[in-house]
Structure formats: structure tokens, C-alpha cells
T-cell receptor, first 114, second 109 residues
Framework: EAQVTQNPRYLITVTGKKLTVTCSQNMNHEYMSWYRQDPGLGLRQIYYSMNVEVTDKGDVPEGYKVSRKEKRNFPLILESPSPNQTSLYFCASSFSPAYGYGYTFGSGTRLTVV | QQPVQSPQAVILREGEDAVINCSSS?????VHWYRQKHGEAPVFLMI?????EQKGHEKISASFNEKKQQSSLYLTASQLSYSGTYFCGTEIMNTPLVFGKGTRLSVIA
């Protein structure tokens, strides 16, 4: 089944404890993105990647890191999480938006930083 | 720059029609439309590319007016299953997709 898989689905952590949210897609998509969703603010892009080893900042990149060493994986790293990073996170991938392909989203990761 | 969606929320009775608008202050390359049901991930509905076009998807269709830098999503004869939050996402050439804040649609019996 074609899908984007995120793990974990839920995570509660303490301030300053490094964490990684994994994202993997099995559709051979070139484009991958991370979004955070907060009430009233919609989906805001954190980082995106247009191909292996090519990543760039989105609208809210502070406090996050990403890597794209393989086409299928795009992990989101929080080196020192803070309470303002409590949010719902989505990973998404697309073959090529420029050619009319939409994004497929993962199921989401609800992160709480205390 | 984040596109502006209107209205922010709308309540419909089954069978009624609705229009959701999405506008940008910049020239657009494409417009995406997604629907997100409560507690779920957004689901892709359709994409409209530069050149001005209209697309249809069951009773849900959309138009893209390149000149006005805006798109509209049309939901006709709404069903209970149409309830959710609708997001438009806009692309400017060589920039990633940026989503609007969403329009919450509630369809009641």
C-alpha cells in the first residue's frame, strides 16, 4: 500500500531531551516536507526536501533539523525541545507538485514537551 | 506568503452548496486543495496549475483565476461526509507549498 509512515504517533517528552520523529514513504517520491499544525494557524512548513541531500527551510525552521540521506526517509530532529514545540506534526511527500501531483500526508505525530 | 481563505467557517444543511475562496498577494504557479477530517491527516482533493483551469471531483470542483491570483472550491449538494476543514495550498515558482489557515465546514442533517 502506498503510504507515508510516521513514528511515533504520540510522544510526551521533557524540555531539552533530543528526539527524532521518523518519516518514510514507499512511493519513490522526490519531494518531502514537514509541517506543524497548531489551532488557528493552519499547516506551517518546517523544512522541505526536493531530493536526496537537498533540503531547505520552510516558514518555521527554528529549533528543528532534518536530513535526507535516502530518498524514502526524511527524519525530523529536535535537538533541544521546548514547550513551544508542542504541536501536531505531519510529514508529506509528492512525486512532483509542478506536474500536478498532490502531497500524501502521514498520520501525524502529536508531540507534547513538558 | 500565506494565502487567505474565506470564510473561516461555514455551516450547511445537507443538500446545500458552499464556496470556499483562497487568495494570494503573489502570482501563483499552482493551487492545491485538501480536506482534513477531525483527528486525521489532510487528504489531497485536487491541484490546479497555472494557465487557469477548472477541475471537478465528484460534486466538488474548483477554479483557478490566475489573473486575480485566487481559487475557489465549490461543494454542491453537500453531504454529511463533506464535513471537515478545507485547506488551500499555494505555490509560487520555485517555492514550496504554503497553506492557508483553513475553512471549517460543518454539514448538518
Amino acid at each position: 500500500e502506498a503510504q507515508v509512515t510516521q513514528n511515533p504517533r504520540y510522544l510526551i517528552t521533557v524540555t531539552g531531551k533530543k528526539l527524532t520523529v521518523t518519516c518514510s514513504q514507499n512511493m519513490n517520491h522526490e519531494y518531502m516536507s514537514w509541517y506543524r499544525q497548531d489551532p488557528g494557524l493552519g499547516l506551517r512548513q518546517i523544512y522541505y526536501s526536493m531530493n536526496v541531500e537537498v533540503t531547505d527551510k520552510g516558514d518555521v525552521p527554528e529549533g528543528y533539523k532534518v536530513s535526507r540521506k535516502e530518498k524514502r526517509n526524511f527524519p525530523l530532529i529536535l535537538e533541544s525541545p521546548s514547550p513551544n514545540q508542542t504541536s501536531l506534526y505531519f510529514c508529506a511527500s509528492s512525486f512532483s507538485p509542478a506536474y500536478g501531483y498532490g502531497y500524501t500526508f502521514g498520520s501525524g505525530t502529536r508531540l507534547t514537551v513538558v | 506568503q500565506q494565502p487567505v481563505q474565506s470564510p473561516q467557517a461555514v455551516i450547511l444543511r445537507e443538500g446545500e452548496d458552499a464556496v470556499i475562496n483562497c487568495s494570494s498577494s503573489k502570482a501563483l504557479y499552482s493551487v492545491h486543495w485538501y480536506r482534513q477530517k477531525h483527528g486525521e491527516a489532510p487528504v489531497f482533493l485536487m491541484i490546479l496549475l497555472k494557465g487557469g483551469e477548472q477541475k471537478g471531483h465528484e460534486k466538488i470542483s474548483a477554479s483557478f483565476n490566475e489573473k486575480k491570483q485566487q481559487s475557489s472550491l465549490y461543494l454542491t449538494a453537500s453531504q454529511l461526509s463533506y464535513s471537515g476543514t478545507y485547506f488551500c495550498g499555494t505555490e509560487i515558482m520555485n517555492t514550496p507549498l504554503v497553506f492557508g489557515k483553513g475553512t471549517r465546514l460543518s454539514v448538518i442533517a
